[in-house]
């Protein structure tokens, strides 16, 4: 297969599943992943996907945000990883907020039944999860909810979450990238992000590797912010210094 057709295949497989990855390229068209990566700068250049970590995405879709349902289906057994080792992070009896998102989800879901804790959260989905179970005192922060998200932003929550001092906090993200920038595409979800960060003495970010390298279109914190980062081995050890250089320790489950 010459160059241009195996690129024009690349990008009808990247407009048809949101993403390519170097690797599984490489091992479709029997070519070397330095190969797969020319391809990939090939298409950047003219404008047809956008580079990001181990891969591209087709251009035009760089902040688009994908719905919870469908971010729940995506990386589903490195996030599931990810969350068990993130219980290893939760306070014997103490106070966690857990952010909006699909890792943070799961590790609602993994809470053990024995578990004594004062949670608070703004994302409709994760406090469904934990309304029922017994050790969790469990507090709804309210606001105006995101359809995409599920989750309550603007005036009330901030406000809420002003007048919290937790022992934990479990961070989502959409972007994070090697210079140590936190991103996510809606400004008021950035805006209860930030009051998370503020509102623990320990702050935990759940984001598996394919979050490494996109930047979207609202900022919320930096990687100075964030104690600890739980990701999965897909995360190459350059990376994992990079982050560390931020004072970041990070866990690849």
């Given at each position: 297969?010459?160059?241009?057709?195996?690129?024009?295949?690349i990008?009808?497989?990247?407009?048809?599943?949101?993403?390519?990855?170097?690797?599984?390229?490489?091992?479709?068209?029997?070519?070397?992943?330095?190969?797969?990566?020319r391809?990939?700068?090939?298409?950047?250049?003219?404008?047809?996907?956008?580079?990001?970590?181990?891969?591209?995405?087709?251009a035009g879709?760089?902040?688009?945000?994908?719905?919870?349902?469908?971010r729940?289906s995506t990386?589903?057994?490195?996030?599931s990883?990810?969350?068990?080792?993130?219980?290893?992070?939760?306070?014997?009896?103490?106070?966690?907020?857990?952010?909006?998102?699909?890792?943070?989800?799961?590790?609602?879901?993994?809470?053990?039944?024995?578990?004594?804790?004062?949670?608070?959260?703004?994302?409709?989905?994760?406090a469904?999860?934990?309304?029922?179970?017994?050790?969790v005192?469990?507090?709804?922060?309210?606001?105006?909810?995101?359809?995409?998200?599920?989750?309550?932003?603007?005036?009330?929550?901030?406000?809420?979450?002003?007048?919290?001092?937790?022992?934990?906090l479990?961070?989502?993200?959409?972007?994070?990238?090697?210079?140590?920038?936190?991103?996510?595409?809606?400004?008021?979800?950035?805006?209860?992000?930030?009051?998370?960060?503020?509102?623990?003495?320990r702050?935990?970010?759940?984001?598996?590797?394919?979050?490494?390298?996109?930047?979207?279109?609202?900022?919320?914190?930096?990687?100075?912010?964030?104690?600890l980062?739980?990701?999965?081995?897909?995360?190459?050890?350059?990376?994992a210094?990079?982050?560390?250089?931020?004072?970041?320790?990070?866990?690849?489950?």
């Amino acid at each position: 297969m010459y160059a241009p057709e195996r690129q024009q295949e690349i990008l009808r497989l990247a407009r048809e599943g949101g993403r390519v990855d170097v690797l599984s390229l490489a091992e479709r068209f029997e070519v070397t992943a330095e190969t797969v990566r020319r391809d990939l700068k090939a298409l950047d250049q003219a404008g047809l996907v956008r580079r990001v970590h181990g891969g591209a995405i087709p251009a035009g879709r760089f902040d688009l945000e994908p719905d919870l349902s469908e971010r729940e289906s995506t990386a589903a057994d490195q996030k599931s990883r990810i969350a068990q080792a993130a219980l290893e992070e939760l306070p014997g009896e103490g106070s966690v907020i857990f952010d909006a998102g699909s890792t943070t989800g799961r590790l609602a879901g993994e809470l053990p039944l024995d578990a004594k804790l004062t949670v608070v959260t703004h994302a409709l989905p994760l406090a469904a999860r934990l309304a029922d179970h017994p050790g969790v005192d469990l507090h709804l922060v309210g606001g105006r909810v995101r359809h995409r998200t599920r989750a309550a932003v603007d005036a009330w929550a901030l406000r809420t979450y002003q007048e919290i001092n937790a022992d934990v906090l479990f961070l989502a993200t959409n972007g994070l990238t090697a210079s140590g920038i936190l991103s996510t595409p809606d400004l008021a979800e950035a805006a209860v992000k930030r009051a998370l960060i503020g509102a623990a003495r320990r702050v935990v970010l759940l984001a598996d590797s394919s979050k490494l390298g996109q930047e979207h279109f609202a900022r919320f914190g930096h990687l100075d912010q964030v104690d600890l980062l739980i990701t999965d081995t897909g995360l190459s050890k350059d990376d994992a210094r990079a982050i560390e250089a931020h004072g970041t320790e990070v866990v690849c489950a």
